[in-house]
């Protein structure tokens, strides 16, 4: 990986001065208020609610003044009322995958899904992607952005792309072992699977599989898989960061120093915020991410509450890059459970799980309300030779993992080891929870 570490496609932009970006970020800030407070009606009231006028806006320090958008807007002005455009300049709609509720539209025009791309070519080559590689795109291709962001993203490149979508497991491997494929999209749950059927398969990573490095995001997924993907698929795995609403994959991306996501701050200005209170928190702080993109035209989004948890960091990177990092997702504010009075997310458990010798990252929770208490099952796959071995033993490793949750996240769960290869595989987003309270 070494030739391959320090790739950069654009490093004018990547690599500029702080003061440069903040005039840039300043002067796209102020264009996109205008065009917003001109163009969309919903946003314009929202606005002059606030008392604000566009000229109050001077540059990323007035971000603050802004009022918010969220998910539920996107469904209130479902599918055409906050385009900034006429219907015709709209070339792409892409849609949310619907993981909280009903799915959501996107549109992009031609600048939209140009700088898309571009986001996208930045965040392959920083997980080492040249022209010379092969990339297999096994994010799904369609409504979902995944499969088209990769795809764009490795064409503008001029590496060979081989669209397979999500799915079709065994001609995936097929495809990658015939082809000689270098690089893999999907999210890092599938990418679990394809590595264990390969494994099945019988065949060698390195040896009959060429991999050398993934782009993996779409879902949470913890720096402990991370380890395990690399093992077992022997590559680099990369987060890459990304939502319909902003743009798409790509938003942010990993570099091969693989600590946190270059935010493509030229194209979107990146908040934290405390979720209860709305107030920007700083660097190094826990909070809400919220974006405000500066050149998007179609659908332009102000200070959008994404409701992913994380924390921004401006340490300078040894990569070069010079845009700001976000730490990987800990999780949703929606998908944040509390079981008796206590917050868990599913994070948490996996950090837990896959950190287990014997067990496969395979696991559901299973939320309940037993005699007005919570209940949380644990349901983990064991691996084949954990299956194998005594009683005594996987009753040991089953207390090991009961503990370990109640030391983590503070509560007793039950922890059900199931037999290989028994639960269900993910080929795109997985389903980690099930919470029987909601039925
Ligand atoms: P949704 O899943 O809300 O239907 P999208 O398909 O647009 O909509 O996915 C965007 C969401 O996926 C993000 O808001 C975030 O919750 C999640 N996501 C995307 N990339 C990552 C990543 N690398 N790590 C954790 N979560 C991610
Ligand atoms: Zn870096």
């Known amino acids: 990986?070494?030739?391959?570490?320090?790739?950069?496609?654009?490093?004018?932009?990547?690599?500029?001065?702080?003061?440069?970006?903040?005039?840039?970020?300043?002067?796209?800030?102020?264009?996109?208020?205008?065009?917003?407070?001109?163009?969309?009606?919903?946003?314009?009231?929202?606005?002059?609610?606030?008392?604000?006028?566009?000229?109050?806006?001077?540059?990323?320090?007035?971000?603050?003044?802004?009022?918010?958008?969220?998910?539920?807007?996107?469904?209130?002005?479902?599918?055409?009322?906050?385009?900034?455009?006429?219907?015709?300049?709209?070339?792409?709609?892409?849609?949310?995958?619907?993981?909280?509720?009903?799915?959501?539209?996107?549109?992009?025009?031609?600048?939209?899904?140009?700088?898309?791309?571009?986001m996208m070519a930045r965040t392959l080559t920083a997980a080492g992607c040249t022209k010379e590689d092969k990339v297999q795109v096994a994010y799904g291709l369609g409504l979902f952005t995944g499969g088209f962001g990769a795809y764009q993203g490795a064409d503008r490149i001029g590496a060979m792309v081989v669209p397979m979508s999500s799915g079709n497991t065994q001609r995936q491997i097929l495809m990658m072992k015939d082809l000689g494929v270098t690089l893999l999209c999907c999210t890092p749950s599938y990418a679990?699977?394809?590595?264990?059927?390969?494994?099945?398969?019988?065949?060698v990573p390195g040896r009959d599989i060429k991999l050398k490095a993934g782009c993996f995001g779409a879902e949470p997924w913890t720096e402990e898989m991370r380890i395990h993907l690399e093992e077992l698929l022997g590559i680099d795995a990369c987060d890459i960061y990304g939502l319909t609403e902003i743009a798409g994959p790509g938003v942010a991306f990993a570099c091969l120093e693989k600590e946190g996501m270059h935010v493509n701050e030229d194209h979107v200005i990146a908040e934290i915020i405390d979720p209860v209170t709305e107030q920007p928190l700083p660097y190094g702080q826990k909070g809400e991410l919220v974006f405000t993109t500066i050149t998007k035209t179609g659908m332009p989004m102000l200070r959008y509450r994404t409701h992913d948890i994380c924390y921004l960091t401006d340490k300078p990177c040894d990569c070069g890059r010079t845009f700001a990092r976000m730490s990987r997702i800990t999780g949703r504010t929606d998908d944040m459970l509390v079981i008796r009075g206590v917050n868990v997310f599913p994070s948490q458990i996996e950090t837990v799980l896959v950190a287990t010798q014997g067990v496969a990252p395979h696991y559901m929770l299973i939320v309940d309300r037993v005699n007005n208490s919570d209940t949380l099952e644990v349901q983990v796959e064991m691996t084949e030779e954990m299956f194998s071995d005594t009683v005594s033993h996987i009753e040991e490793v089953r207390r090991h993992i009961t503990e370990q949750i109640r030391s983590v996240v503070g509560i007793t769960a039950k922890v059900s080891l199931m037999a290989p290869k028994s639960m269900p595989r993910s080929e795109g987003k997985a389903k980690r929870v099930i919470d029987n309270r909601k039925l």
């Open 192 to 203: 679990t699977y394809l590595g264990e059927t390969i494994r099945d398969m019988g065949l």
């Open 1 to 118: 990986m070494s030739e391959r570490k320090h790739l950069i496609y654009d490093p004018a932009r990547e690599c500029m001065s702080r003061d440069e970006l903040t005039a840039l970020q300043n002067a796209r800030l102020i264009e996109t208020v205008k065009r917003e407070y001109e163009n969309v009606p919903m946003y314009r009231s929202r606005m002059d609610a606030k008392g604000i006028r566009p000229e109050d806006i001077h540059g990323v320090e007035d971000l603050k003044h802004l009022p918010f958008m969220d998910k539920r807007d996107l469904r209130d002005y479902y599918p055409f009322d906050l385009l900034a455009v006429p219907q015709s300049e709209i070339v792409r709609i892409q849609g949310s995958s619907g993981t909280t509720g009903k799915p959501i539209v996107s549109g992009y025009t031609r600048n939209d899904v140009d700088i898309w791309s571009e």
